[in-house]
């Protein structure tokens, strides 16, 4: 019998985030690991990126509907919805940025976080 590893409660989050951005085929899915980075403001950083500011506010939408119903919770904060060239999820340990990639090349959180553990996340 195999055995399954049992997440905690943040990598539980992760999942479902992954699971809404990946059911509206968002693109160049990474997640940034700040445990290990002193004063981080968080655990992870999941980014994304969609192809249009529709797109963005769809990708968002389903992130937010996934852990509302998988995890019955919601983003202690979010913006970006005006423009939807980069919109931030904030659930405390984990913040989700969806951007366009034109606004993703910009502000380049890979390369301000380049010394923190980034894994790529493969289509589902």
């Not at 998988?70 to 659930?91: A, C, M, V």
């Amino acid at each position: 019998m195999a055995k399954t590893k049992k997440l905690n409660p943040t990598e539980q989050l992760v999942e479902v985030i992954t699971k809404g951005l990946q059911d509206l085929k968002a693109e160049n899915i990474i997640s940034i690991d700040l445990k290990e980075i002193d004063n981080a403001v968080c655990e992870y950083f999941i980014v994304a990126t969609g192809t249009s500011n529709t797109h963005v506010s769809a990708l968002a939408g389903s992130v937010e509907r996934e852990v509302r119903d998988t995890l019955q919770d919601r983003p202690w904060h979010k913006e970006g919805f005006g423009n939807s060239e980069w919109i931030l999820l904030d659930y405390a340990n984990v913040v989700v940025h969806i951007f366009q990639e034109e606004a993703r090349g910009f502000y380049n959180l890979e390369g301000l976080w380049a010394d923190a553990k980034i894994s790529e996340i493969k289509e589902a």
